[in-house]
Each structure stands twice: as C-alpha cells, then as structure tokens.
C-alpha cells in the first residue's frame, strides 16, 4: 500500500524548505560575524551625497585599486583572487599580496576574496570588487557621516577563513560612528 501525499502535506514541505533555505542564508553570514577576524579597511574619499542616494550606501576601498608594483604574489590581470591583507602600524588593513589560489606570503595576514575587474589594459594597477561595497546606512542618516580631508573613515569589515566579509559599521577617526538621521 503506497501513502500519497495529501495537498497539505506538500504545501507544509514546500514552506519548510523556504524557510530551511532563508535560514541557511542568514546563517551563513552570522557564521563570518561570529567566527571572523576584524579589519579595518579605509574608505576612499566619499562624498556624503553618494552615501545619500543608494540604502545600503556604496562605498570603495583603498584596497579596491592595488598598485602591483607594491605588492608581492602572483601577475593578476583579471578574474577571482585573493589579496592578503596585513595590520599596518596606523591599526589599518592594507594589502600586502596578491594570488590567483588561496594562500599567504606573509604571517599574520588574512586572505579576502574577491574579483579583478577587467581594465581593458595590463596595467601597473587593478580594481578589485570584494562583495563588501555595500554598508547598510539608516535611512537618511548619511549625511550625518564626516567627510573630507580632516577625517579618516573606515569600515569595520568581518572576514571569515573562506575570504568572504561582511561590512558591520562605520568607524570615523579611529572610533565607531553612529549615524544619525538629520
């Protein structure tokens, strides 16, 4: 004797498994928050009304434009990579290698993961997107974020042992910066 399925039991399988995959996701990137090393990476000069216009805020890195030149590793003209990030006496991250595989040059380093984007030319330098460009800002309160030569922003960033980050908060002249809606 063969058990069918009834129409509610189905729909209770289809919802369990929506709701099993939302989980999952979410559990992932609390799984980078909780288990992650903390860098801080500084923001390249913004202007608060970009911040302004898109929720979650775009923002680049200065370690979104790598000189080769000045970093050890592999010739990266394009595609996935890995840049090695290494503390720096100012209490910032900034890249110190580049690899086509996912391995270190220097001790106490954290790899991230990310994308070489295509420049069209085989520079000296290349732009590189980590998935980390997007910081959810409140509505309405970027403009509320200092801006200018007289401050260093930065973004607390979470990398986990994959290479995969998540952006968590601001941080302006060395301290986090609640945002304020005006």
């Known amino acids: 004797m063969t058990r069918r399925l009834t129409p509610e039991k189905k729909l209770l399988i289809i919802v369990a498994v929506q709701c099993l995959v939302l989980l999952s996701v979410i559990g992932f990137k609390q799984y980078t928050i909780w288990t992650a090393e903390t860098v801080l990476l500084k923001v390249a000069p913004i202007d608060p009304r970009d911040l302004a216009r898109t929720n979650p805020a ?8 790598i000189d080769l030149a000045s970093v050890a590793g592999d010739d990266v ?3 996935p990579l890995w840049v090695e990030l290494q503390r720096g006496d100012d209490g910032y991250w900034h890249a110190v290698a580049v690899h086509w595989r996912r391995e270190r040059a220097f001790a ?8 070489a984007q295509p420049s069209g030319t085989r520079g000296s330098s290349i732009h590189v997107r980590y998935g980390i460009e997007q910081v959810f ?5 970027a403009a509320s974020l ?14 986990d042992r994959f290479g995969k980050g998540v952006p968590r908060r601001f941080i302006v002249d060395g301290l986090p910066f609640e945002l304020q809606r005006r």
Do not use: M, N
């Not at 775009?58 to 370690?63: F, G, L």
């Not at 106490?108 to 994308?115: A, E, I, N, R, S």
């Not at 030569?149 to 960033?157: E, I, L, N, P, S």
């Open 108 to 115: 106490g380093t954290v790899l991230v993961q990310g994308q």
């Open 77 to 79: 003209y394009g595609g």
């Open 137 to 141: 800002v409140p509505e309405g309160s």
């Open 146 to 159: 200092p801006s200018g030569q007289q401050h260093v922003v930065a973004v607390d960033v979470r990398v």
């Open 58 to 65: 775009a923002v680049s890195y200065e370690i979104s434009t």
